[in-house]
């Protein structure tokens, strides 16, 4: 959470940036005089501190009575549910602890020593104590609730508050945050790069809790402490990885979606049934007991109300499913198709993928690949974690440099379960069907995409749409004839609709368009729409009248913004008092974590009302972006003769909205943007 500010003075300081609230934190603090223990629990509601004020001052007799342990072990329940960064402690270091109930606390009777890490209603009463003292006056606060700080990829408010320092009408000069914490826990590098931003927008970081000495001394000890916040992340990962590799080892499902024929059985702590998840169409689920029958219904974002301790096993889903499934095996293994020609009998006659659409390649491949259908949870094939992954069952760092996100980790790694689940295929014909794939895979190596998108040639991949069946079309290259001497075969590039190269001729008949003839078009196209605006005496006249134009329509559609904005805001609103109205002893654990749920939507929307209602009248400077869109189209002949793949790509994308072709004429309708994207 930051809170931007201005110094009463003249000078005007920026927000501060903070994590979510980490309470609950366990430390040990010892100092000379009389020592209290007890679990500091979330400082987060009055319901919190109710829950555990008897915790205080126990003796070692009192707290093996059976009656207290029973106590605090409910009151750790309460607070596991409510308090993330307590559930991760209790659930992967149980066994440092005794028994699986919180650790105690050593604390002094000293208040300022006793500081734990705080809430975000603390930091902001904290940020806002500093600026009175200082003469800071606050202007706006940035908060990335409940958003990890080890990157700032995902954290918009962190990510706005850099852009709006960049933008040359910044009213602030200065960021108020609490700790480093609290501005991120990125390593020095990413750190540094941020601070380096914002310093060359003439915007200073001030840290309210640091007591840095404002000189040289503190480009010391920054680092030092931004260091050590990483390395408290670092070391939570790799004790988050033991409870994670201690589920797997016991063939639980480790999260998401379950693979299409299965449906998940939950079962808590001792073994008892709970319910079964089906998964449906549209991301909705039904509740079924154990003979099979829906109990209820829930929506797609809705999830079903079970705690940490409750495990999830793959069992069969419904009979036709599970038929699909080994029909699928059957005609791949048996009947010779390919991922397309099983994609395109089921989409004939009509049998619905795991979502309710189409079958694609995509999703056949992966159905055959995936051994959870001999009976066996494997888990840990790809890695995404920035600090340990999981090699020979054990967490190891992962290099500090990574070419990309998510890397496929060898099969020594892979944690896998044998008979976790009933089986929907045999082994044997599993495994044909690995040999298959690979053999296949050899003989037509192009067969298949592998993500080469961003590195393509082929520049309108996204823009072209299939008016017979709504898909957009894509590159598709032909190889033809036998290799060459240096290993090559000749190829032919064209543009083909996606509905057919990815589901068959069900979906979309086969039709091609070289990639020039098109490409060509489109740049052809533009060069004549932007020759009105660089050519003649009167073109930046024209030019300026399309833009007020233009800026004219968007401020409509700004002000329908602003009025859905402020009624999606209005209905969280409402959700969250009728919550609070209906509110009872049995459910509160369940309305805490809605209500938590509805305050992080509220937040996310928020920093866009504000700016849409703060912007509502603010007039752009005409004649300035005139200029700018006239120094971009100037560039055309040399982006169309010298430009890099990725240049002509961007250019094509600024000025063209849709391309629509209709596969039985060829016939091609091209639409344009009057002013490019990037303007308007």
Same mark, same amino acid.
């Given at each position: 959470?930051?809170?931007?500010?201005? $110094?009463?003075?003249?000078?005007?300081?920026?927000?501060?940036?903070?994590?979510?609230?980490?309470?609950?934190?366990?430390?040990?603090?010892?100092?000379?005089?009389?020592?209290?223990?007890?679990?500091?629990?979330?400082?987060?509601?009055?319901?919190?501190?109710?829950?555990?004020?008897?915790?205080?001052?126990?003796?070692?007799?009192?707290?093996?009575?059976?009656?207290?342990?029973?106590?605090?072990?409910?009151?750790?329940?309460?607070?596991?549910?409510?308090?993330?960064?307590?559930?991760?402690?209790?659930?992967?270091?149980?066994?440092?602890?005794?028994?699986?109930?919180?650790?105690?606390?050593?604390?002094?009777?000293?208040?300022?020593?006793?500081?734990?890490?705080?809430?975000?209603?603390?930091?902001?009463?904290?940020?806002?104590?500093?600026?009175?003292?200082?003469?800071?006056?606050?202007?706006?606060?940035?908060?990335?609730?409940?958003?990890?700080?080890?990157?700032?990829?995902?954290?918009?408010?962190?990510?706005?508050?850099?852009?709006?320092?960049?933008?040359?009408?910044?009213?602030?000069?200065?960021?108020?945050?609490?700790?480093?914490?609290?501005?991120?826990?990125?390593?020095?590098?990413?750190?540094?790069?941020?601070?380096?931003?914002?310093?060359?927008?003439?915007?200073?970081?001030?840290?309210?809790?640091?007591?840095? $000495?404002?000189?040289?001394?503190?480009?010391?000890?920054?680092?030092?402490?931004?260091?050590?916040?990483?390395?408290?992340?670092?070391?939570?990962?790799?004790?988050?990885?033991?409870?994670?590799?201690?589920?797997?080892?016991?063939?639980?499902?480790?999260?998401?979606?379950?693979?299409?024929?299965?449906?998940?059985?939950?079962?808590?702590?001792?073994?008892?049934?709970?319910?079964?998840?089906?998964?449906?169409?549209?991301?909705?689920?039904?509740?079924?007991?154990?003979?099979?029958?829906?109990?209820?219904?829930?929506?797609?974002?809705?999830?079903?109300?079970?705690?940490?301790?409750?495990?999830?096993?793959?069992?069969?889903?419904?009979?036709?499913?599970?038929?699909?499934?080994?029909?699928?095996?059957?005609?791949?293994?048996?009947?010779?198709?390919?991922?397309?020609?099983?994609?395109?009998?089921?989409?004939?006659?009509?049998?619905?993928?795991?979502?309710?659409?189409?079958?694609?390649?995509?999703?056949?491949?992966?159905?055959?690949?995936?051994?959870?259908?001999?009976?066996?949870?494997?888990?840990?094939?790809?890695?995404?974690?920035?600090?340990?992954?999981?090699?020979?069952?054990?967490?190891?760092?992962?290099? $500090?440099?990574?070419?990309?996100?998510?890397?496929?980790?060898?099969?020594?790694?892979?944690?896998?379960?044998?008979?976790?689940?009933?089986?929907?295929?045999?082994?044997?014909?599993?495994?044909?069907?690995?040999?298959?794939?690979?053999?296949?895979?050899?003989?037509?190596?192009?067969?298949?995409?592998?993500?080469?998108?961003?590195?393509?040639?082929?520049?309108?991949?996204?823009?072209?749409?299939?008016?017979?069946?709504?898909?957009?079309?894509?590159?598709?290259?032909?190889?033809?004839?036998?290799?060459?001497?240096?290993?090559?075969?000749?190829?032919?590039?064209?543009?083909?609709?996606?509905?057919?190269?990815?589901?068959? $001729?069900?979906?979309?008949?086969?039709?091609?368009?070289?990639?020039?003839?098109?490409?060509?078009?489109?740049?052809?196209?533009?060069?004549?729409?932007?020759?009105?605006?660089?050519?003649?005496?009167?073109?930046?006249?024209?030019?300026?009248?399309?833009?007020?134009?233009?800026?004219?329509?968007?401020?409509?559609?700004?002000?329908?913004?602003?009025?859905?904005?402020?009624?999606?805001?209005?209905?969280?609103?409402?959700?969250?008092?009728?919550?609070?109205?209906?509110?009872?002893?049995?459910?509160?654990?369940?309305?805490?974590?809605?209500?938590?749920?509805?305050?992080?939507?509220?937040?996310?929307?928020?920093?866009?009302?504000?700016?849409?209602?703060?912007?509502?009248?603010?007039?752009?400077?005409?004649?300035?972006?005139?200029?700018?869109?006239?120094?971009?189209?100037?560039?055309?002949?040399?982006?169309?003769?010298?430009?890099?793949?990725?240049?002509?790509?961007?250019?094509?994308?600024?000025?063209?909205?849709?391309?629509?072709?209709?596969?039985?004429?060829?016939?091609?309708?091209?639409?344009?943007?009057?002013?490019?994207?990037?303007?308007?």
């Amino acid at each position: 959470m930051f809170g931007w500010m201005k $110094n009463i003075t003249g000078r005007s300081e920026p927000p501060r940036l903070s994590d979510r609230a980490l309470a609950g934190r366990f430390l040990a603090l010892a100092r000379s005089g009389a020592l209290r223990a007890r679990y500091d629990a979330a400082i987060t509601t009055d319901d919190n501190r109710r829950h555990w004020a008897n915790a205080d001052a126990l003796s070692a007799d009192a707290a093996a009575s059976a009656d207290v342990r029973r106590t605090l072990r409910n009151r750790a329940r309460y607070e596991v549910a409510n308090n993330s960064y307590a559930r991760g402690i209790v659930l992967t270091l149980a066994n440092d602890t005794v028994g699986t109930g919180p650790r105690l606390q050593l604390l002094t009777g000293d208040d300022g020593i006793n500081r734990q890490e705080q809430s975000i209603a603390d930091q902001r009463a904290a940020v806002e104590s500093y600026a009175l003292h200082h003469g800071y006056e606050i202007l706006d606060w940035y908060v990335d609730d409940a958003i990890s700080g080890a990157g700032a990829a995902e954290r918009d408010g962190f990510l706005r508050m850099i852009e709006d320092a960049r933008d040359a009408a910044c009213p602030f000069t200065a960021v108020l945050v609490y700790d480093v914490k609290r501005f991120g826990r990125l390593d020095n590098d990413e750190t540094g790069y941020y601070r380096h931003i914002l310093k060359q927008s003439g915007v200073d970081v001030v840290y309210v809790a640091e007591g840095f $000495n404002g000189d040289d001394t503190d480009d010391l000890l920054r680092p030092v402490k931004q260091w050590q916040a990483r390395q408290e992340l670092k070391d939570l990962s790799k004790v988050t990885i033991r409870g994670l590799v201690s589920k797997a080892d016991d063939g639980c499902w480790m999260g998401g979606v379950p693979p299409y024929g299965y449906d998940l059985a939950y079962y808590d702590e001792k073994g008892r049934f709970l319910m079964v998840v089906r998964y449906l169409a549209r991301a909705d689920k039904e509740i079924l007991d154990d003979e099979g029958n829906v109990q209820r219904r829930l929506g797609k974002g809705d999830r079903p109300m079970i705690s940490k301790s409750d495990r999830a096993h793959l069992v069969p889903s419904r009979r036709d499913r599970v038929e699909t499934v080994r029909r699928i095996f059957g005609l791949y293994v048996q009947g010779g198709r390919g991922y397309k020609g099983i994609a395109d009998r089921l989409n004939r006659e009509g049998v619905p993928s795991a979502r309710g659409g189409k079958w694609s390649m995509t999703s056949i491949r992966d159905m055959l690949s995936n051994p959870a259908y001999t009976g066996d949870m494997v888990w840990n094939r790809r890695s995404m974690a920035k600090f340990h992954r999981i090699e020979q069952g054990r967490a190891v760092p992962t290099p $500090n440099i990574r070419r990309r996100a998510v890397e496929e980790n060898g099969r020594e790694d892979w944690m896998v379960t044998e008979d976790a689940h009933p089986p929907l295929i045999d082994r044997e014909t599993f495994e044909q069907a690995q040999a298959l794939r690979k053999k296949r895979g050899k003989a037509h190596p192009h067969v298949y995409r592998q993500g080469r998108g961003m590195h393509s040639d082929y520049l309108l991949t996204g823009l072209i749409v299939c008016a017979n069946c709504g898909h957009n079309w894509q590159g598709y290259t032909q190889w033809k004839g036998r290799k060459r001497k240096d290993d090559t075969r000749p190829k032919t590039q064209y543009y083909a609709c996606g509905g057919y190269v990815t589901k068959g $001729n069900s979906v979309c008949r086969r039709s091609v368009i070289p990639r020039g003839a098109i490409e060509g078009q489109a740049f052809d196209a533009i060069g004549e729409h932007i020759r009105q605006y660089v050519s003649g005496g009167d073109g930046r006249a024209r030019l300026r009248q399309a833009l007020q134009g233009q800026l004219a329509s968007e401020g409509q559609g700004g002000a329908v913004e602003l009025e859905r904005r402020r009624l999606e805001r209005e209905g969280i609103l409402g959700k969250i008092a009728n919550i609070l109205d209906n509110i009872t002893p049995v459910n509160r654990e369940f309305a805490d974590r809605r209500i938590a749920e509805l305050k992080g939507e509220l937040t996310r929307i928020e920093p866009r009302l504000a700016r849409l209602e703060a912007t509502a009248q603010v007039l752009p400077d005409l004649d300035g972006l005139t200029d700018e869109v006239l120094a971009g189209t100037q560039r055309f002949d040399e982006i169309v003769a010298e430009g890099t793949v990725d240049e002509k790509r961007r250019f094509l994308r600024a000025f063209i909205h849709r391309i629509v072709i209709e596969p039985e004429t060829r016939r091609t309708r091209l639409t344009l943007r009057d002013l490019p994207l990037a303007v308007a």
